[in-house]
């Protein structure tokens, strides 16, 4: 997507979030760059998937993990600083700093899909729904906060 379509896409998701009466819970921008973080984490969620499902059998299961994870990470890292936080200076630093939160995120996706299974007995889809909303919005926090902020 060229940057000029972007923008146009941007400014339509922010006069409907406007419009939504999101603005009063967080300034409109924010919720924009939100919007695209979760999109962009979708891409990685699914190339995830991807990669793990094309290794496994052929390596083991923990490689195969590491190499979806990192991969999606990669993939997420380089969409994010491109399209949701215009970041291209100090990439490499940024790129470590965004892999210890996206690590960081897995642990919290972790604890809670267990705590949602072994303790509060949710149903599978509730806990994993759980887990996959506490993970990203510990990235996303930690990606505008520290990793990825200007």
Do not use: K, Q
């Not at 949710?122 to 996959?132: D, G, K």
């Amino acid at each position: 997507m060229t940057d000029s379509r972007l923008d146009r896409v941007e400014a339509v998701l922010e006069t409907a979030i406007r419009r939504a009466g999101v603005g009063r819970l967080c300034p409109p921008t924010h919720a924009v760059r939100a919007a695209e973080f979760g999109a962009v984490g979708l891409s990685g969620a699914f190339l995830n998937v991807v990669l793990l499902f094309a290794l496994l059998g052929d390596v083991p299961y923990v490689v195969s993990g590491f190499v979806a994870f990192f991969g999606a990470a990669a993939w997420t890292f380089a969409l994010n600083s491109r399209y949701t936080f215009e970041t291209t200076d100090r990439l490499g630093r940024r790129f470590v700093r965004y892999l210890g939160v996206c690590t960081f995120g897995y642990v919290i996706y972790t604890a809670v899909l267990t705590a949602g299974l072994r303790w509060l007995t949710l149903p599978y889809w509730l806990a994993s729904l759980s887990a996959v909303t506490g993970g990203g919005l510990c990235n996303y926090l930690g990606s505008e906060w520290y990793a990825l902020a200007s």
